[in-house]
Structure formats: C-alpha cells, structure tokens
C-alpha cells in the first residue's frame, strides 16, 4: 500500500509550531483551518486564523507562506474522522 500523497493538518501544524519555535516566536498551533475538499488549482486550502491578531505578522506571514508553498493542499483528519452529518 502507498502512502497517502496528500498530508495532513497535523503535518502543517508540527512544522509552523517548530518554525516558530526556531525563531522565538511564542505561538503553539492546536488547529488549522481546512476546506473539505482538495482545490484541481492546487490553491492553498488552508489557512491559520489562531493567529490573526498576532503582533509578529510579518514573520508568521511568512512561515505560512513557506508552509503553503510545500503544502498546499492538506487533508483534515478530524473532519474525515467524524465528518458532519446531514440533516
């Protein structure tokens, strides 16, 4: 079996916290926003608004562009684990 090609929120998640880390930054992801699908663009279907109002803008700026530049497309493993149920 391959492994799965598209990676994870936890994948962007582990590596923005240890960029942030790297640069003394204070900040410690526990989720990303993901759209529930996978965009034929290869858009970005991702985004952080945990910190939106951070002061350091332009550094976090430019980690998240870094991570979307290696992953734009992710899955979210919690919504395919318990995907919302239609009423």
Do not use: C
């Not at 003394?24 to 699908?37: A, E, F, M, N």
């Amino acid at each position: 079996m391959t492994p799965d090609p598209i990676p994870t929120a936890r994948d962007v998640i582990d590596h923005l916290n240890e960029r942030f880390l790297a640069r003394g930054l204070p900040y410690s992801l526990d989720q990303i926003t993901v759209l529930p699908y996978v965009s034929p663009l290869w858009m970005a279907n991702w985004s952080v608004p945990q910190l939106d109002d951070a002061p350091e803008r332009e550094i976090i700026d430019q980690e998240i562009a870094e991570a979307r530049w290696k992953w734009p497309q992710v899955r979210d493993e919690e919504w395919e684990l318990n995907p919302p149920k239609a009423i």
